[in-house]
C-alpha cells in the first residue's frame, strides 16, 4: 500500500512585527467584480504590511459613494469613521487634532472630493493636515447610474453615448496649487508603481494626495471612457521608475550619476527616482505645475510622483501642539482653572 504523505503547511512570510499579510485584511468586498477599488484595496494592504505599521496605529476616514465603502476592506483591526458626503476632510483634521500618533488615511473619490466635497479638501490642503488622501477617481458618479463627475475629461463618452462637454478639474493639479506637500498620480492597474508611491506616502508627514485612476467596470470601462483599463494601459505615461527604500535599508547608488534622485522623507526613508526619457525634479513647485498643465492641454496621463516637499511644517506644528495627544491628557491638563481663564480674559482688556 502506498503510504500517504502529510501535507507541510507553509507559515505565511510576516513583516519584521511578526504580522502576515491576512493580518492587514478587511471584510469580503462587496463592489463590482473587477472594480479598480478593489485593486486599489490590495495594495494598500500590500503597502501597510510591507511598511512594519500595526493596524491599530491607524484611523481610516471616509465620505459617500462606492470608494468610501473601501475602508471596510483593508486593515480591518484599524480604527474607522464613515462621515457624511464630502466632509470626510473635516472628521480627519479633527482625528489628528486630537491623536496625532496616529496615521490617518482619506478615501475619497471623485465626486466626494470635486463636488460636494471641494470647499474640505481646499482647506484640508492647504493646512497641510497630516493625512494621505486618496482619491479613488473613476470618473462617474458609481452610487447614482454613472453620471459624469468634476473628474471626467472633456469629449470623453459614457456608454450610452453621452459626450462630456466640460473641462475637468485636476485634482493633482489643484493639490499642488493650494500646498499639499506630497502629490502622486497612479493607476489601479499598475500595483508595483502604486505601492511605491502608497509607502512614500506612509513615510511622508503632512498632506499627501493621490489621484488613482481607478476604472468603474459597471459604466466607464469602454471604448471612449478614459478611466478604463483599456486606456489605462494603452495612455499611461510614467514619469520615472519608482522606488521605495525604507529607513532601516543600506542606501546603495546602482546607476550611473545623473540617472537617479533620492528623496529623503520625514521618517528617514527615501523615495529613488530614476530617470526615463525626462530629466525631472519633483521638488520644483513651479516645474510640477507647469508639467500637469503641459499634461491636461495635451491629454496625457503622467503618473509617478509629482510634487514632494519634505520640509514644509504641517498644521499640528504650526498650532505648535504637545507631543502627547490631545486625547492622551488628562482632564485636569484641558481643562484650565478659573483662574487661568481670568488671567486670558485680563490679558485683552
Known amino acids: ?40 484595496s490590495s495594495q494598500l494592504i500590500r503597502a501597510f504590511f510591507e511598511s512594519d505599521i500595526r493596524p491599530h496605529q491607524v484611523a481610516k476616514l471616509s465620505g ?22 464630502g466632509r470626510m476632510p473635516s472628521v480627519a483634521t479633527g482625528a489628528m487634532l486630537a491623536n496625532r500618533k496616529l496615521i490617518a488615511v482619506g478615501v475619497s ?48 463618452k459614457l456608454r450610452s453615448g453621452e459626450v462630456n462637454r466640460l473641462p475637468n478639474i485636476d485634482l493633482c493639479g489643484m493639490a499642488v496649487e493650494l500646498g499639499a506637500t506630497y502629490v502622486a498620480r497612479s493607476f489601479a492597474g499598475d500595483p508595483k508603481q502604486l505601492v511605491a508611491l502608497l ?19 459597471t459604466f466607464n470601462n469602454h471604448p471612449g471612457s478614459t478611466k478604463s483599463y483599456t ?34 522623507l520625514h521618517d528617514g526613508s527615501w523615495i529613488r527616482l530614476r530617470k526615463l526619457d525626462q530629466d525631472y525634479d519633483p521638488t520644483n513647485r513651479r516645474a510640477a505645475r507647469e508639467l500637469m498643465l503641459d499634461a491636461q492641454e495635451n491629454n496625457r496621463f503622467l503618473t ?18 504637545t507631543d502627547t495627544p490631545l486625547a492622551h491628557l488628562e482632564e485636569s491638563r484641558l481643562r484650565p482653572p478659573p483662574e487661568a481663564l481670568d488671567r486670558i480674559v485680563a490679558s485683552y482688556q
Request: aromatic share 8%; hydrophobic share 35%.
Open 109 to 156: 473619490g471623485d465626486g466626494d472630493t470635486a463636488s460636494i466635497g471641494i470647499g474640505q479638501f481646499v482647506h484640508l490642503v492647504r493646512r497641510n493636515v497630516p493625512l494621505i488622501y486618496i482619491v479613488e477617481n473613476n470618473g462617474v458618479y458609481g452610487l447614482t447610474k454613472g453620471q459624469f463627475s468634476a473628474t471626467a475629461d472633456e469629449n470623453a
Open 64 to 85: 459617500i459613494g462606492c470608494s468610501s465603502k473601501t475602508p471596510a476592506y483593508f486593515l480591518g483591526q484599524s480604527h474607522g469613521f464613515n462621515s457624511v458626503h
Open 199 to 217: 509607502r512614500g506616502a506612509l513615510a511622508h508627514s503632512g498632506t499627501a494626495v493621490l489621484d488613482i485612476l481607478s476604472p468603474c467596470v
Open 231 to 264: 486606456w489605462g494601459k494603452d495612455n499611461e505615461e510614467p514619469i520615472h521608475l519608482l522606488d521605495f527604500v525604507p529607513e532601516f535599508e543600506q542606501i546603495e547608488v546602482e546607476y550611473e550619476e545623473g540617472q537617479s534622485r533620492d528623496v529623503q
Open 1 to 40: 500500500m502506498r503510504k500517504r504523505t502529510a501535507r507541510v503547511r507553509r507559515r505565511p512570510r510576516a513583516n519584521r512585527l511578526g504580522l502576515s499579510a491576512r493580518d492587514y485584511r478587511g471584510k469580503p468586498s462587496t463592489l463590482c467584480k473587477g472594480c479598480g477599488h478593489d485593486a486599489i
Open 304 to 321: 509617478g510622483l509629482l510634487y514632494v516637499d519634505p520640509d514644509k511644517p504641517t498644521f499640528l506644528d504650526t498650532l505648535e501642539m
